[in-house]
Structure formats: C-alpha cells, structure tokens
C-alpha cells in the first residue's frame, strides 16, 4: 500500500495541512502511525476517506439530525465497519427524500396561502396527533406556540385543537425552519400576512442570509437536498468501493 506524507495528503485532496490535522482530531480518519521523527503515515485508506468526508460534507444540511447522522456515517467508515457505514447512508438518503418532500409540499401550500385559498376544517387533531403527523416534538410545538407562531384553539375542558389551517400554517413554518429562518423572521411574516394578504413576503422575512420568498426559500432547499441525494448516492458507491479495497 502507498504511504503519504501529510502535505502529500492536502496536495491530492486539494486542502490545506491544517485541515488534514483536523479531520484526524475530529475522529473522521483512521488512526494515523507517525515516524520516529514524528512525521505522520498515511495510507491509501484515509486519501479515501478524507474523499469521502469532503462528499459528505459538501452540501450543508442541517434538519432535522441529518447533519449529525452523516458526520456518524464518517466517523463509522473509518472503523472499516463499511455495512453499518453503508446502512447510515441508506437512512441518511431515505431522511433526505422525506425532507424534500415536506418542502414541496410547504410551496402548494405556500401557493394556496398566498392565493388566499381556505378550506372548512375537516380535522381537529390534539397536540400528540400533530407530533406525530408531522413528525415535530412536542417541545417544538410548544416552542412555536409560546412565540406566537401558532394561536392554538382550545375545547372547553382545556385542550388543545389543532385545524387544517393549522396544520397547514405548521408545515409552513417548518420548511422555513429547515431553510435556516429565524423564529422571529416567521413570526414578522406570519403577522404581516395576515393583516395584509398581500404583504412583501421577501420583505416581511428580511433576514440577512436571503432575501427570497416563502416559495423560492422552499425551492432552494430542494435544490440542495437533490444535491445531498446525489451526493449520498456517490458515497454508497464509494463505501462499496472501500470495503472491498479496504476491508
């Protein structure tokens, strides 16, 4: 097996020494074996799988633990335990295809808001129901609530019911979330929105990352989450690729 140098290493990969040093005090390489003189050994092993962390991490997505599973993917590859590496990534892909999903459906109803399109209430489930619908803790529930993100009605014995409108309005809000929106952004626009139908949603939002609106915002973050399903993909070829060279 060929051995590497560290600025060998930065040169092929096309990073800086430091980083390199980095990766390894992360946990994202392999053990590395050093010289008498102090120098470190790398191997073929950790050339591939610093390329394969800089695949993972090439797109950014937060959601949801999405970003914490892939780092484990990562740190699992270099154990040389490729099937649980490999099972990560399935679930890392399977995770991505949920949360575009959950986008595109927040643009038709983005669409349909914006449109002033409102529909009699066919459901009123309880806070439990909505957890588990669209897959939000209850502590976040309660967190948009206590913003004043949602005015969650109550029956007479005190509970709390939630309408199509409100679901409606929570998957919203979680789609803006998952794009990087501040509470207090979603809150501006949802005030603005609903004194005056149709308010500046760009401007309503104003926040210093983007200047999009609610629908470009949603397009956005399906864009990058296509990307991160590639990109999940090309991993599965590479860790398929590792565990017979490596293995």
Same mark, same amino acid.
Request: hydrophobic share 40%; aromatic share 6%.
């Given at each position: 097996?060929?051995? *590497?140098?560290?600025?060998?290493?930065?040169?092929?990969?096309?990073?800086?020494?430091?980083?390199?040093?980095?990766?390894?005090?992360?946990?994202?390489?392999?053990?590395? /074996?050093?010289?008498?003189?102090? %120098?470190?050994?790398?191997?073929?092993?950790?050339?591939?799988? @610093?390329?394969?962390?800089?695949?993972?991490?090439?797109?950014?997505? @937060? =959601?949801?633990? @999405?970003? &914490?599973?892939?780092?484990?993917?990562?740190?699992?590859?270099?154990?040389?335990? +490729?099937?649980?590496?490999?099972?990560?990534?399935?679930? *890392?892909?399977?995770? @991505?295809? =949920?949360?575009? #999903?959950? #986008?595109?459906?927040?643009?038709?109803?983005?669409?349909?808001?914006?449109?002033?399109?409102?529909?009699?209430?066919?459901?009123?489930?309880?806070?439990?129901?909505?957890?588990? %619908?669209?897959?939000?803790?209850?502590?976040?529930?309660?967190?948009?609530?206590?913003?004043?993100?949602?005015?969650? &009605?109550?029956?007479?014995?005190? *509970?709390?019911? *939630?309408?199509? /409108?409100?679901?409606?309005?929570?998957?919203?809000?979680?789609?803006?979330?998952?794009?990087? %929106?501040?509470?207090? #952004?979603?809150?501006?626009?949802?005030?603005?929105?609903?004194?005056?139908?149709?308010?500046?949603?760009? &401007?309503?939002?104003?926040?210093?990352?983007?200047?999009?609106?609610?629908?470009?915002?949603?397009?956005?973050?399906?864009?990058?989450?296509?990307? #991160?399903?590639?990109?999940?993909?090309?991993?599965?070829?590479?860790?398929?690729?590792? &565990?017979?060279? +490596?293995?």
């Amino acid at each position: 097996m060929n051995t *590497y140098t560290t600025s060998d290493v930065a040169k092929i990969i096309g990073i800086h020494s430091n980083t390199v040093r980095l990766y390894e005090e992360w946990g994202l390489l392999p053990p590395v /074996e050093r010289k008498p003189n102090g %120098y470190r050994i790398f191997t073929d092993f950790h050339i591939e799988q @610093l390329r394969l962390a800089r695949l993972a991490f090439q797109i950014e997505v @937060l =959601q949801n633990g @999405l970003r &914490k599973k892939i780092v484990l993917m990562v740190k699992t590859a270099a154990t040389k335990d +490729f099937d649980a590496a490999l099972s990560l990534t399935e679930e *890392y892909r399977k995770q @991505l295809r =949920q949360e575009r #999903a959950n #986008a595109e459906e927040a643009i038709c109803i983005a669409k349909q808001l914006l449109r002033g399109v409102t529909e009699e209430n066919s459901h009123f489930l309880k806070r439990k129901e909505v957890s588990d %619908y669209l897959d939000i803790s209850m502590d976040t529930l309660r967190n948009w609530e206590m913003n004043g993100l949602l005015a969650v &009605k109550r029956k007479q014995n005190g *509970y709390r019911v *939630y309408t199509d /409108e409100d679901i409606k309005q929570l998957k919203i809000i979680r789609s803006l979330r998952c794009a990087g %929106y501040s509470l207090e #952004a979603i809150l501006r626009m949802l005030q603005q929105l609903s004194k005056n139908p149709s308010t500046d949603i760009r &401007k309503a939002l104003n926040t210093p990352k983007t200047d999009a609106e609610i629908i470009t915002v949603c397009d956005k973050l399906i864009v990058s989450l296509q990307n #991160a399903e590639k990109n999940a993909e090309n991993m599965i070829e590479m860790l398929e690729d590792m &565990k017979i060279r +490596f293995s």
